[in-house]
DNA sequence: CCAAAAGTGTTGACGGTACACCCATGC
DNA sequence: GCATGGGTGTACCGTCAACACTTTTGG
C-alpha cells in the first residue's frame, strides 16, 4: 500500500564462554538464505506482525532463532534510510535484548545460527554492523544508571559475578569495594542470607533483584506498559 | 501489503509568550478533520513517504504545519501497539523537534492548527497524550547533559535568555552564579565580544554556540549521520 | 600458616549547591 | 544614589575512585 515494508530486527546479549572458558559478551546471528545479501550474517528478525505488537514480534523472533526467552527487552530505534536495502524502502524497528548466561548455554546454534563475541563480529548484511554498534553503546550506557545487569544472571547471584558482568561489558576492571557500596547504596538488590561454599575463600552472600522496586526506566513509557 | 500502515508524527517544541507574555513551552497542534477522531487535536504527521528519509518527513510535515525549520530534530520513539488506531494496524514513528522562538512567532496558526502548553493539553487522538509525555521527560531529561537549549534561541543569546529556557522547561529556578559556570565549563558556547545594553542593569555579554565541538549526542547513531 | 576472595574503613579529588559580594548600567 | 541584573569568589556537602586493612573459608 504504502510501497515501505516494516520489520522487526533484535540484537540480543548474552554472556557465552568462548574457546578458553571465559565469559565473552555475544550475539546470535542468522544466515541470510536469499538475496539480498545472500549467505551473509545478519540480525534474528524479519516481517512485523499484523497483530502482534512489536516488542511480541520481537520476543517470537528471539525464541525461534535461539530458543531462549529474553530476561529483558527494550525497543533500540527505528531504522529507515531510503537506501539501506538494495530491493526496496524497508523499515526496521530493532529491540535489543538480554538473556540469560545458563539459558545462552542451551541456546540453538547450527548451520544458519551462529553466535560471535560482539566485538568481533564479520561484515553483517544491510546496515547491521551499525545498529549492533548502536546497541552495544545503549547497552553500555544504561549499565552506568539502570541496574540491569542482573538480567544476564540467574535468580539469585553473588555480588562478584554481578561485577563480573559489568567488568565484561564495560571491558575494564571495577573496584570491588566501590561496587558492593553503588550496588548497596541503588537498592536493588536483597541478601537472600543463603552463602556460597565450596570457593577456597570466605563464603560469598547470595542476592537477588528487588522486584518490588526500582523499575529500571522511570520514563512515562514503562509506565504505561510499554517496553 | 503487510497490512500495517507506517506513519511518521512531529512533537514540535517552542518557547511562546502567553497571554501575560510570559514564555511558555508550547506545540502545535492540528484538527483531524475525518475519522477516527474527527475534531479532535493531535500532533502534526501523515503516512511515510516512500522515498524521503523518515526524518525528513517529519521535517517536511513540521514545515507544512507551521511554517518553520527544525533547529533539533531527533527520533523519539517507535510506536505501535496494535490498539492504538480504531481503524487498523497502525505503526507511527515520532520525532521531536525544537524550533527557535522568533521563528515560532510567525508560525501559522488558524482553523487548523493551534499552539497550546505543553502541561495543559486537552484530550487528543490516539496515544499522542503519552507520546507528549514521553517527549517531554526526553527533553528536560536531554537538557540535563546535553547542550541543547540554545535551539530555542537565535544565533546569538546572553546567559540570561539560555537560563530562562533551562527554568522554563526544567520547571525552576536555577542559580545564575551556577548556571554559568556550567555552561563555560562545557565549552559549548562562545564570547561573541559584543554586549546588549539598554537594560537598566550591566549590559551582559552576547554568546553564540559553538558548532566546531560538542556533538550533543556521541552515540554511533550521530557518526553515521542519522538524525 | 598461607592463599584467595569477601567485606569494611578511610582518605582525597571532584562536581554541584548555596550564598555573599562586587560591577556596570539606567533612571 | 538606588535599583537591577551581570558576573566573581568561596565554603560546604555528597559522590566516587583509590587503597589499606580485616574476615573467613579451603588446603
Request: no cysteine; net charge neutral; glycine share 8%.
Amino acid at each position: 500500500m504504502s510501497g515501505i515494508d516494516l520489520a522487526v530486527s533484535t540484537v540480543i546479549f548474552a554472556l557465552r564462554p568462548d574457546g578458553d572458558g571465559r565469559l565473552v559478551l555475544s550475539l546470535p546471528l542468522v544466515r541470510r538464505i536469499r538475496p539480498p545479501f545472500e549467505n551473509r550474517w545478519s540480525l534474528p528478525g524479519g516481517a512485523a506482525d499484523p497483530v502482534e505488537s512489536l516488542a511480541d514480534t520481537a520476543a517470537r523472533k528471539l525464541a525461534e532463532t535461539t530458543g531462549l526467552e529474553p530476561s529483558y527487552l527494550e525497543q533500540l530505534y527505528a531504522f529507515g534510510e531510503p537506501n539501506r536495502s538494495p530491493t526496496g524502502r524497508v523499515v526496521s524497528v530493532v529491540y535489543w535484548a538480554l538473556v540469560r548466561g545458563d539459558e545462552a548455554d542451551r541456546a540453538l546454534e547450527g548451520e544458519n545460527v551462529t553466535w560471535r563475541a560482539a566485538d568481533e563480529l564479520p561484515q553483517l548484511a544491510f546496515d547491521h554492523n551499525l545498529i549492533v554498534d548502536y546497541a552495544l553503546w545503549r547497552l553500555r550506557t544504561k549499565l552506568g544508571y539502570a541496574r540491569i545487569a542482573h538480567a544476564f544472571l540467574g535468580p539469585t547471584f553473588t555480588l562478584a559475578e554481578l561485577r563480573q558482568v559489568h567488568e565484561i561489558v564495560l571491558q575494564r576492571p571495577l573496584d570491588p569495594a566501590n561496587f558492593r557500596r553503588q550496588i548497596e547504596a541503588s537498592g536493588t538488590v536483597v541478601a537472600t542470607g543463603e552463602h556460597v561454599t565450596g570457593g577456597r575463600h570466605r563464603p560469598p552472600r547470595l542476592y537477588r533483584y528487588d522486584t518490588t522496586v526500582d523499575p529500571v526506566d522511570p520514563s512515562p513509557l514503562s509506565a504505561a506498559g510499554i517496553r
